[in-house]
């Protein structure tokens, strides 16, 4: 229990984000895969002899990673800047320390991939690059034994929030930035970006077996999860800053806060500026306490300490690596950058939300204002490839797998 005097400012809100600004621009990657089982295709559990938590043990054991503990339970492993975690529903997420290039996280990708592979010959299981479990549903996926999970579970609304804490599996980018100027322009823009990437990268038809008749049904997922916290987290307007964004995550309702290594819930009882202005039951905000809310907002592009580009259906065959390419083709050119916002900022800010939920059902098939956006994919991958092609790295191969499929008309989830 915190003093009067040693309770949270305002501006130690602000510092969060103000600290992230650095003059290195880094792309940074995680990669969430769904385990499944070779000979039935369900998906693993986290218990039992050739569970999870086994398979993670023995992974330690053979490559020296150190655990991830909560409490007496496995839920990860660390090996230097790089982590392997479980999401609810025992998706593997691989997060790679940022690097200056593509050819970096892949190189480090593949390392671990490489590492790996015995163990999930010996435990019968495979990764699939997939966005949503194409077997098993949530009513036969157990969550992990992390509280935190648990605690969720019990409180995201929405029809189908079981179906994207426990089926699901996205790839995110985190993109850095020099200035708050500098982070809200890649913000807003980012913000504008997301639908047509996700339709691009759209990937998760078949669930439950069957057809879903959506291209994105992982999208469909978070389009129908609580939408307090999920969704757009900007009204895009072009003088919005970091306390814009501070008091939108002010007035989200609170889950639960972290004391003696318990959580305590408070079940979206009061806001965190309620939180910050009375306490909950003798408690008083911390850094710790924000930093965690924050974490707990699931909006399609966070900002952090760095920018957060979330709601992106796993895929492979090289596609994994185009969505980090796109972005920093796009992110950390000034010509791009620009090239790109006078493309989107033709469309109003309910043209950018209604496509947000069209093209979870039709991918890049999909139309905004009555005018079809593959062109205007192609377009944007066109200015990333030029765009990384001037820098002489050769990163610009990276995106030929999403052209290829873009000059076939089809996304994924149409192969």
């Known amino acids: 229990m915190l003093k009067t005097e040693e309770r949270l400012e305002y501006g130690q809100l602000l510092d969060e984000f103000l600290l992230g600004c650095k003059s290195e621009q880094n792309i940074g990657m995680e990669y969430e895969r769904i385990p499944v089982s070779k000979s039935t295709k369900e998906v693993v559990p986290y218990e039992g002899d ?8 023995e992974f330690a054991k053979n490559d020296n990673w150190d655990y991830i503990l909560d409490g007496e339970s496995i839920i990860g492993l660390k090996k230097l800047h790089d982590t392997i975690t479980l999401e609810p529903g025992c998706q593997f997420e691989l997060s790679i320390e940022p690097q200056k290039y593509v050819r970096d996280l892949k190189k480090r990708i593949e390392e671990i991939d490489k590492a790996l592979l015995p163990v999930l010959e010996d435990f019968e299981i495979k990764l699939l690059n997939v966005g949503v479990s194409p077997k098993t549903t949530y009513k036969n996926i157990k969550l992990i034994p992390k509280p935190r999970y648990h605690v969720m579970a019990n409180y995201l609304w929405g029809i189908l929030s079981d179906v994207m ?41 078949i669930r439950g077996g069957v057809d879903t008749g959506y291209k994105s049904f992982r999208a469909l997922a978070w389009l129908n999860t609580d939408n307090e916290r999920c969704g757009f987290a900007t009204n895009f307007s072009k003088n919005m800053g970091f306390k814009d964004y501070v008091n939108l995550l002010l007035e989200t309702p609170m889950i639960f806060i972290n004391r003696d290594k318990k959580c305590l819930s408070l079940n979206g009882r009061i806001t965190f500026n309620q939180y910050m202005k009375n306490g909950f039951e003798g408690f008083y905000p911390t850094i710790e306490d924000w930093k965690l809310h924050s974490n707990l907002y699931f909006p399609e592009v966070r900002l952090r300490n760095f920018i957060e580009i979330r709601n992106h259906d796993c895929v492979g065959n090289g596609l994994e690596y185009a969505i980090p390419a796109l972005y920093k083709g796009i992110m950390y050119s000034s010509s791009a950058l620009e090239e790109v916002e006078t493309i989107l900022n033709k469309f109003t800010s309910n043209e ?33 490839f030029y765009s990384l092609k001037t820098e002489g790295e ?22």
């Open 165 to 205: 804490m426990r089926e699901t599996a996205g790839i995110q980018v985190g993109v850095d930035f020099r200035s708050e100027e500098d982070a809200m322009r890649k913000f807003r823009l980012a913000n504008l970006l997301m639908p047509f990437v996700t339709a691009m990268f759209a990937n998760s038809k």
């Open 50 to 57: 050739f569970g999870i938590c086994e398979l993670l043990r």
């Open 394 to 415: 050769s990163e610009e191969e990276f995106l030929q797998p999403l052209i290829g499929l873009l000059k076939k008309e089809k996304c994924p989830a149409d192969l």
């Open 352 to 384: 950018i939300k209604e496509l947000r939920y069209n093209v979870a059902k039709y991918g890049v098939n999909t139309k905004i204002n009555k005018r079809a956006i593959l062109p205007i994919c192609k377009e944007l991958a066109e200015i990333s």
